[in-house]
């Protein structure tokens, strides 16, 4: 009996093919009417925007953060003390549930644990309680007082999610969280919008909002929430957002509204860099500059026509990124690329930028590909550029491949091999000209990359957090088998659709459920007759999440059950 769970096995599909945002297992956005709150600290100067819910209201402009607007801590108070346990290189020990404790629900269940990034990323505030790791008071306030920060922040005893702080204060505090702190902090929050308490809003901020959710209690609703996050961008930028409702409400309400004024963060190329042996299986015979003049070997500034041994012509250009050496008296050439550089180029040579939202899957798809199959070399990933890893562009990229990679900094796929084709589409392998028709659908970029993808793990390639999907033995491939026989079936029932075939995962908690916007599907087991019809229930929910059919659970359990057990269909 599965009566009451339509409503998480259905909802995600039918919201993403309405465009919105809410994901199953959450309740609805916040309400229209109320104000959402977004601040920044731009240099010295606290802004405040201050907009409607509403997709037809426009963007107002920034306007100075009333220093009298205040915000409680919630669950930021994780951040800073997991800040703090960084940047002083403090070991701390998992927490393991024992079950005997409500505020477990964040964390794991009786008799597992959880480590600090799942901790901080599933805000499991047992974790980071400061009598359990044994904090020291007086270092906390030596640590917070070199840093700058405000003066609440430098009580230890002020780490409480009821304590109320201005608004302008709170952007401060992550202003003074060191570098090392802050870098590993947003590395990990990256997966707050993957599989954290921001799941569902990744297509709208992308690899850029880096921010901790937090939800507390409504003083002026009783029974209501209050709710936002707070982090950073990917510049650095301390940010805090705010409104009615929980936090993954907030997010919801507030994702498509803030999308144009994310998008124009600068993002900073990362640590991490790229060399690049180019036209590896393409020998070069000489290299000329403009001027039809042979170059001598060393750094490439400006533009070049490059002659290989086979008569073919290309011109490149370079920024300094390039230079020619010889090697066994042949001319070769080399670049060293920031990782988005490097992804920029890759966008604009293997694809085309014509659909933004395939660019941005394309961009994590060769990101991803280069974190699985480079070699590392003095601290770079190398790579080739060739047809058999990934071709790369000679010159600098278009200001919508480098939207591409930035859109999308730091993002890769964990827990599956990565591949890709221009046309040939099969598991495991994106097809491009499939991409981009799913694109012209209205797919989101994450949406693309679960087709192909559907057990892999959205996350931050400098993250610790490995996959979440932990897959039930056996079940994806006897679905695989399955799903012809019965899409020859159900083929006439009004509304169905064969979909990709989805990952199968442990469910560690409640019922069976299907996730239709990860393209995943969720069961204990596949052991007995009860468990087969499980994982044909939630396929079917998948197959009609289209069509009202799909909220129909009476005819969605019987119909399992008849495919099961080789009954006529109605």
Sequence with gaps: MRSGLLARSVLTGLIWAGGALASAGHATAAPASEPLRYAALQGDEAKLWQFSADPAAGMPHATALPRDAETPLGSVWKLLVYSYLVSRRINTPDYTC?????????????????????????????????????LDGADWRRFWQQANAPTWLRDLRAMQPTRRVPVTDLLTALHSVPADGRETAAQTLVSVLTIGRGEGTVSYFGGLLRAKTWTMPDPQRPGASIGGAAGWLADGTPVWLGGVGSSNQVLSAAAPRLTPLIEQTPVPDDDACVAVDFFAHYPVREVRDADGKPVAPGRLEGRYTVRFVNGNTLPIESRGELALARENNAPVISGRLGMNDYVARVVEREGDLAEPQAA?????AARSYLVQHASRDKGCYRIA???????????????????????????????????????????????????????????????????????????????????????????????????PR?????GVEPGYETPPLPAVCVVNEGRPYADARRNRLYIHRLATEEDRIALAHEYLHLAFAHHPLGQDEQFVEATARRLIRGEGLL
């Design 486 to 490: 019965w899409s020859a079936r159900l």
């Design 98 to 134: 024992h079950g005997n404790d409500a505020e477990e629900v964040y964390c794991c269940t009786a008799g597992q644990s959880i480590d600090r990034e799942r901790a901080l990323i599933q805000s499991c505030g047992r974790y980071f309680e400061p009598a359990r790791l044994g």
């Design 360 to 364: 941005r899957a394309l961009a994590v």
């Design 385 to 483: 550029d060739s047809s058999r890893t990934q071709r790369v562009l000679p010159r600098p990229p278009a200001a919508a491949a480098r939207n591409a990679a930035e859109f999308t900094d730091a993002l890769v796929l964990v827990g599956q091999s990565v591949q890709y084709h221009g046309t040939i589409s099969a598991r495991g392998q994106m097809g491009w000209t499939a991409a981009r028709a799913a694109a012209q659908r209205g797919q989101g970029f994450d949406g693309i990359l679960a087709r192909w993808w559907p057990q892999a793990t959205l996350t931050s390639f400098q993250s610790p957090v490995a996959g979440d999907c932990s897959p039930v033995a056996g079940a994806q491939q006897w679905l695989q088998a399955q799903s």
